[in-house]
């Protein structure tokens, strides 16, 4: 029984059903913070193209890179990765198709996406990226506020209020951190792989004043919503899961469990959005 669960566990967190689930969660937040309607057409999208961008990036992910528990598991079902990426495309593509109106950013956030995962990729091109891509964190937590955060407000075609636009920044400074110690992790294979990023070239010192100033831009902002009206304990909601992400920090350091890492960690970003039906006990 506990090896079916365990296996059941893993099938949900390492086939990436887990990380485009968190990615539904955290839109739905953004809809919910300033009373708009769900979008579903977008919902359905943005699970589709969760699952599609890193089924792709799982199954380019070799053998040799980390040897962790998780990338063993994806050598060992990458026709699953290859089987959900094929899926997903075709269902991105059909939304895709019912979203065109908003066909620019929908692009946008394709293309930056794929400079992630590019990398990867074993062809001449992608071997350069791996030379350039020094902002590939930025790429990724650029990727999911754009997603997550600013297209569901983007979508209702409306004039953007300053809580609007300080949640949108409040969302990259969580998202960011969280990037930067899955980078931290995994700043030696990258090193091996020859893909460079921020992490990779900075010291310790280095990735700690990127880390430190990431987070104290989201605390800024996250006040600064209460004070441009989001409710206290809708803030609070808000603020918590960045609390939890600066305990983690230096324990992150140590801790190479990809459970940790692909479950709490990821599980963070969409914190907020579980908490918030709490928040509005305590708001009524």
Known sequence: ??????????????????????????????????????????????????????????????????????????????????????????????????????WQWLLATAFITF?????????????????????????????????????PLELYDHSWSNSQLTFVVNRFYLIYPICILFDYRDREEDRKAGIRSMITQFDERGVDIVFWGSMIAFFMTGILMYFQGISLPYATALIIPGILVAILYQPSKRNISDYFYYFILDGLMMLSALLLPLAKYFSS
């Open 1 to 102: 029984m506990v090896r079916v669960l365990k296996a059941s566990f893993d099938f949900f967190v390492f086939s990436s059903l887990y990380i485009a689930f968190c990615a539904v969660i955290m839109v739905w937040q953004s809809f919910y913070i300033f009373h708009l309607p769900v979008h579903y057409d977008f919902i359905f999208f943005v699970f589709a193209g969760s699952l599609c961008s890193y089924s792709f990036h799982w199954y380019l992910t070799p053998a040799a890179f980390g040897g962790s528990y998780r990338t063993n598991w994806s050598v060992r079902n990458k026709w699953l990765h290859l089987s959900l990426f094929l899926v997903s495309l075709v269902a991105s593509v059909y939304y895709v198709w019912q979203l065109r109106e908003h």
């Open 115 to 151: 400079l992630y995962s590019a990398p990867k990729m074993p062809f001449q091109p992608s071997l350069f990226l791996r030379r350039i891509a020094i902002a590939k964190t930025i790429f990724l937590a650029y990727a999911w506020t754009h997603i997550t955060a600013f297209l």
